[in-house]
């Protein structure tokens, strides 16, 4: 399970010193394995994008491009972590809900390692090695696999 945080930076003045954080929203992503985020960003409309590796259970949503668990069926489960699966999330702007989940792998162990968003609203993440990237030499756009 996931602790989220979300702050916005305020500013009151030039002086430096008077830079600070006002906490936006918290809460929790996860499933009943070990879940870790690897990468967070936010989009033009405040919505916040996580990513990273879960195991069975994490929630996924309807229409999702992986709803379902794949990982570690021919590697073995990692003796760390246990089974694990690539994860991306899209969290609404207030953290309220989950606008999609969706595990990111195949049997072979994945993860995400990384994710940016484009001014367009593309998502493109980094795995180390997921076939179901397969237009990616390093990093892919999610829109050509799912309408984000």
């Known amino acids: ?14 002086d ?6 006002q906490l936006q929203f918290s809460t929790y992503l996860g499933g009943p394995n070990y879940d870790r985020a690897y990468a967070v960003e936010v989009d033009q409309d405040g919505c916040v994008y996580i990513a990273g590796r ?11 491009i992986q709803p379902n668990f794949g990982g570690d069926i021919v590697s073995g489960p ?25 595990y990111f792998g195949d049997d072979v162990a994945g ?21 179901l990237a397969t237009c990616f ?5 999610l829109r050509t696999l799912y309408p984000v």
Request: hydrophobic share 45%; glycine share 12%; with cysteine.
């Open 54 to 64: 879960a195991g069975p259970g994490f929630p996924a949503t309807a229409g999702a």
């Open 16 to 21: 430096p010193a008077t830079v600070g954080c």
């Open 1 to 14: 399970m996931l602790l989220l945080a979300a702050a916005e930076t305020l500013a009151t003045g030039n």
């Open 111 to 131: 993860f995400i390692r990384d994710l940016d968003i484009d001014l367009a609203g593309d998502v493109y993440v980094v795995s180390p090695a997921n076939p």
């Open 137 to 141: 030499s390093g990093w892919c756009s």
């Open 78 to 102: 990692s003796a760390a972590y246990g089974k694990q699966d690539g994860f991306i999330t899209k969290l609404a702007s207030d953290g309220s809900r989950l606008i999609w989940s969706t």
